[in-house]
């Protein structure tokens, strides 16, 4: 049978390095955690809660095993449970894509689900390949199994069997469906997502680290991803401006009141990256944090 068509996504400018991306914590390759798990949103949601934004790589491995804040029934289950949301999220502050996402999540809870997609796909190439056969899709049309599968097929050509490039399917699919881009259980259709400032803003953050630069950063596939076009992405990103300078205002209000002058908070490291974004240049300067 003929492979369908695949339209072309733009995570990537064309012949762009991946250096950066690489450095800032993206995974590329032909495997992925959906292999075996799916993007794990409550299991992601369950671990930050149980984290103090200032924990580290330790605190978040004791909370899952020795605190097993995950409430799994074996060592080994909360073992691999941990290894997995590794794979997927980082769950180390010192790699500089989890350490936005951690400063982000709490923002807003709205964005969770969006923030953990945007992460997820940096991080898994088999989730990444289905953006192809989800985001082109018309509301309400009805998520095909043919056109994934090509997809995937593209990417790992003749490492996956069938049952496994079957399970990934199932496993991307409710993925999809855990951000809000699918509906439905046997038949998922497409629904578009509402885009947040937040979302805005760590998409931008990673359309730099792809390498998009200017006018093309809101054009690009992280900004798709929020079923939002070029306009829409700028009107956000004016607004993440905005509540990341009267946050920011607070923050050093509260900061000043307290005659602090150590080392800036996490709250106050996490609003700078709303504050940052600049719209003339289209540059994020968020890979410094």
Not at 112 to 130: C, H, K, S, V, Y
Not at 143 to 157: D, F, G, I, K, N
């Amino acid at each position: 049978m003929r492979e369908p068509q695949l339209p072309h996504f733009p995570l990537f400018p064309s012949n762009s390095p991946r250096t950066r991306a690489e450095e800032v914590g993206f995974r590329f390759g032909a495997v992925g955690t959906h292999t075996s798990r799916t993007m794990m949103l409550a299991e992601l949601e369950a671990v930050l809660d149980a984290v103090p934004e200032t924990g580290k790589w330790t605190d978040y491995a004791a909370s899952i095993i020795e605190g097993n804040c995950l409430f799994k029934a074996t060592m080994a289950t909360r073992r691999l449970s941990k290894q997995r949301l590794s794979e997927l999220y980082g769950l180390d502050p010192d790699l500089p894509l989890f350490r936005v996402l951690r400063r982000l999540w709490p923002l807003d809870s709205d964005s969770r689900p969006l923030l953990a997609l945007l992460a997820a796909i940096a991080r898994d190439p088999l989730l990444a390949a289905t953006c192809t056969a989800v985001i082109p899709l018309p509301p309400g049309a009805e998520l095909q199994r043919e056109p994934m599968r090509a997809a995937l097929r593209a990417l790992v050509e003749d490492r996956l069997n069938e049952r496994i490039l079957e399970k990934v399917c199932r496993n991307a699919a409710s993925s999809w469906t855990q951000s809000g881009h699918l509906k439905g259980r046997t038949f998922k259709k497409r629904c578009l997502v509402r885009a947040t400032p937040t979302a805005v803003a760590f998409a931008l953050y990673l359309g730099y680290a792809a390498g998009y630069r200017g006018a093309d950063l809101f054009s690009s596939g992280w900004l798709q991803l929020l079923d939002c076009d070029p306009g829409q992405a700028r009107q956000l990103a004016l607004e993440a401006k905005r509540i990341g300078q009267r946050r920011l205002r607070r923050e050093r209000h509260r900061r000043d009141e307290k005659h602090d002058q150590g080392e800036d908070s996490t709250e106050h490291v996490a609003f700078r990256t709303f504050a940052y974004v600049n719209l003339r240049r289209g540059y994020s300067p968020f890979l410094n944090y």
